[in-house]
């Protein structure tokens, strides 16, 4: 740091005259401290789920800075960036000795720079010359630690120092450390005979940013409906740790469901192979199949963790005409089994392409020596016997 100290006095520092909430405590945001966020690379940043916290000491012999935190945090993130060639600061967050919280790097809780070292870990870091934390310090660094054991059930606090290792022409290389000495001692004391808070997830938000699809559709014909929304909240959905669903309203089953194209009866989509990040967008693509009676349907989907609450703001209602066309159509009706075997040709021992349930409605193709041709899906025909049809 003695390299920059006439850099550090030139920089201008604004006043921070507000604290806005980032996650379930308040700190000061990237915003707030008024970063220029352009010089960060953010094309190379990693994301993994939070696992681990590990707590490491800053500390700095340029005085003007050590007494001045703001000065300090913004110092920082412009040496990471502009001497040490990282493309971000490595700290989630930064407390000073007055317990006041700056977040550091873009990204949320999550966001790491490359370095398989901080893979699965929340970086906080102290800003102090002095080993011993400030029971201020002590008091926000708590609250910093349960907020993100709550949200994410990381049980794992560790002391570290981070070697930082520069390189010409290529990125830093950061390490992870044991760490001893004072500071660590301070550290495991901070945390003596602490234990995991009760999880307490903080729900998931979206906003719907579009929703399409056709106004009618012939019956047994197919529509495609396309949603898309955008993640509300301040930390990645890591949808590979943990799937999200789109889902039929209360989980029931929908008579709109296709068959062996759905997840089941009442899920058409999961999403399991990326992490949306915050104000990202999730475009989801699924297909409604009209095996209804004709005139007005309706379905409501929401959007959730398999066993978890519906996203707040996620519902929606899909509502179209089923029409019939020029078409005869046949109705089941079979109350003694409550299904129907639809089969690839019109004999008992014929392969059975699905088993429908009693009232699902098709376009009649033929009737022949008791069974009865019906148009399963728009490329798929079937037979059923003619008894537990009726035309409609």
Do not use: H
Request: glycine residues 6%; contains cysteine; proline residues 5%.
């Amino acid at each position: 740091m003695k390299l920059l100290k006439s850099f550090l006095l030139s920089l201008l520092i604004l006043p921070l005259f507000f604290v806005v909430k980032t996650e379930a405590f308040s700190s000061y945001s990237v915003e707030t401290q008024k970063f220029d966020t352009s010089l960060a690379d953010q094309t190379v940043t990693i994301y993994s789920k939070p696992e681990k916290i590990y707590i490491t000491q800053i500390t700095s012999s340029a005085q003007e800075v050590s007494k001045n935190p703001a000065l300090w945090v913004k110092s920082l993130y412009y040496y990471y960036i502009t001497r040490l060639a990282l493309p971000d600061i490595p700290y989630t967050y930064m407390i000073d000795e007055n317990g006041i919280i700056y977040q550091g790097k873009q990204g949320y809780q999550g966001a790491n720079v490359p370095s398989q070292d901080l893979k699965n870990v929340v970086l906080i870091g102290y800003l102090s010359n002095n080993g011993n934390l400030t029971n201020r310090a002590q008091s926000s660094l708590k609250e910093v630690v349960n907020s993100i054991s709550e949200q994410w059930g990381v049980e794992v606090i560790k002391p570290i120092k981070l070697k930082i290792t520069k390189e010409e022409g290529k990125l830093s290389e950061l390490n992870v450390l044991d760490s001893t000495g004072e500071f660590t001692s301070s550290i495991n004391e901070t945390f003596s005979g602490w234990s995991p808070p009760p999880a307490k997830p903080i729900p998931f938000k979206v906003n719907i940013e579009s929703l399409e699809y056709p106004k009618e559709s012939l019956i047994g014909s197919k529509i495609k409906v396309k949603v898309t929304y955008k993640n509300m909240n301040d930390f990645m959905w890591f949808v590979k740790d943990e799937p999200i669903y789109l889902s039929v309203k209360d989980g029931k089953e929908s008579p709109l469901a296709v068959n062996k194209v759905w997840d089941s009866f009442s899920k058409p989509v999961s999403i399991t192979d990326k992490e949306i990040k915050p104000g990202d967008n999730l475009e989801i693509e699924f297909e409604l199949e009209a095996k209804v009676l004709t005139g007005e349907v309706k379905e409501s989907f929401v959007l959730q963790e398999l066993e978890g609450a519906p996203f707040k703001g996620s519902e929606f209602e899909v509502k179209f005409s089923v029409v019939k066309g020029d078409n005869v159509l046949v109705q089941v009706v079979s109350p003694e089994y409550g299904f129907l075997n639809i089969r690839k040709c019109k004999w008992a021992s014929c392969e059975i392409i699905d088993s429908v349930k009693d009232g699902a409605v098709f376009i009649l193709l033929e009737e022949k020596e008791g069974w009865t041709k019906i148009k399963y899906s728009e490329d798929v025909q079937g037979w059923a016997l003619s008894r537990y049809l009726k035309k409609i």
